[in-house]
Nanobody, 120 residues
Framework: VQLQASGGGLVQAGGSLRLSCAAS????????MGWFRQAPGKEREHLSA????????HYADSVKGRFTISRDNAKNTVYLQMSSLKPEDTAIYYC??????????????WGPGTLVTVSS
């Protein structure tokens, strides 16, 4: 599975962005997907996960209620809709694929990341 995230950019605080992660390969629909971010000087943070089988989702407390993960298996794409953005959301955002749902240590495949910058 090869992953490519897109949709990052510069947005004002309170604004919204939607990130997309396109996957190549035949087995996208058999992988649980997740979004991570890493800000300068900080550890990588697991933001959200979505199951391939039943669509269940999980969110970190830092983004719960503001971010929404979704997937379209027909398009081999996972999305992260981000709203009410804050300057502290500034980071490089990564999508990743795993055979285990919602296990931050289990992701096998990673995209190169897309930069999100939130100005105050």
């Amino acid at each position: 599975v090869q992953l490519q995230a897109s949709g990052g950019g510069l947005v004002q605080a309170g604004g919204s962005l939607r990130l997309s992660c396109a996957a190549s390969g035949r087995f996208f629909s058999s992988y649980h997907m997740g979004w991570f971010r890493q800000a300068p000087g900080k550890e990588r943070e697991h933001l959200s996960a979505i199951s391939y089988s039943d669509g269940r989702t999980h969110y970190a407390d830092s983004v719960k209620g503001r971010f929404t993960i979704s997937r379209d298996n027909a398009k081999n794409t996972v999305y992260l809709q981000m709203s009410s953005l804050k300057p502290e959301d500034t980071a490089i955002y990564y999508c990743a694929a795993s055979t285990i749902y919602n296990d931050p240590e289990s992701y096998d495949y990673w995209g190169p990341g897309t930069l999100v910058t939130v100005s105050s």
